[in-house]
């Protein structure tokens, strides 16, 4: 038996792969990788990551790092990577292709992570204002989200690789750890992402195509880890299946959505405004005029439906309830600034630039 435990009997089973196993794995590993690439496109296609709940990102960067971590310490892994050094090349790349299918899922959540850090902001997007919908996440969480997702990420790489090397005999337990673990984010991953897009009514920059394409690739994913873990590697494939049923729900009211945002108004589609945020008690808006969608001949004003005043409001602070809500009112206000057409009407304008007033 070699230091990652794989008796020397025990790797005969890889040196004749299964074409058909072999085919089905590499196509997952290629899938996994094409699958987020919607989701990678349509966040810096917009310029925002709108839409896609903060604590999606957190529970889904955490549950990829653990699983990657789970399927490197479990028996069947560390034997398939004990082969290769008697196996040629191409032996050991079929039999490590498991690996590689969590390190793919791994690497593309994390990038998901990345261009949410980068694109949280509204001001930079590139749709028009009146496509997004509720509030920016504030700079605080975006650090939180990212700064937990780091400490998790060194906690399964250092234990993990305390394990391997001074306390071999506790890596399945360690490995089952963090199968539970996982699986347990996992389950709870779509949660607030579900919630979001009920709140919302809209799939903001999640990708329709992305669930597409997971949604079953999850359970074809998860079958063909049982193929080569059977039950004994339980805690890594029944990660799978939670994630692609809850994924599946997320999907239906996704497409729901879209439907209905494009059906005609007569056939009850149109747009729904959504109260995402309580007005302030005691407000005109609160006495006298009941929320509901403005008239076509109104003018819409970024946060109306919210009980929010216009942008160029004298007292912001009245409206926010924190130093992150104040913040957002101003950048609501430099966004209208930006979007104003007609300089008249802008904050020291007088007039048009190029008109010659003196005849």
Known sequence: MDLLGA?????????????????????????????????????????????????????????????????????????????????????????????????????????????????????????????????????????TVGLVCVIHGLFVIILTGYFFLARPRNLNSWANFLGIMSTALASIQYLPQIYTTYRLKHVGSLSIPMMCIQTPGGLLFAFNLYVRLGWGGWSTWMIFLFTAAMQGVVLFMGIYYEVTRRSPPENGGGITWVDNAPSVPGSPDEQHHPRRRPQPNRTYSEGLERGLPGPFTGHPELYADNEDELEQLHEREQRAILRESQPLLKPGGIGHPRRDYSG
């Not at 072999?22 to 839409?51: K, N």
């Not at 903060?54 to 479990?74: C, Q």
């Not at 050991?92 to 969590?102: E, P």
Request: proline residues 4%; aromatic residues 14%.
């Open 7 to 143: 008796p020397r009997d025990e790797c005969d089973v890889y040196r004749n792969p299964g074409y058909v196993q072999l085919f089905v794995s590499s196509i997952l590993v290629i899938g996994i990788l094409f699958s987020y690439l919607p989701q990678h496109y349509r966040i810096i296609s917009r310029g925002t990551s709108e839409g896609i709940s903060p604590y999606f990102v957190l529970l889904g960067t955490t549950s990829a790092t653990a699983g990657f971590g789970n399927i490197l310490s479990t028996q069947e892994s560390r034997t398939a990577m004990g082969c290769c050094k008697e196996l040629d090349g191409y032996q050991c790349t079929a039999g490590l292709l498991g690996v590689a299918q969590f390190g793919a899922q791994w690497v593309c959540f994390s990038l998901i992570l990345v261009l949410f850090l980068i694109f949280f902001r509204y001001k930079e997007a590139t749709v028009p204002q009146e496509e997004l919908r509720g509030q920016a996440p504030g700079w605080r969480t975006a650090i």
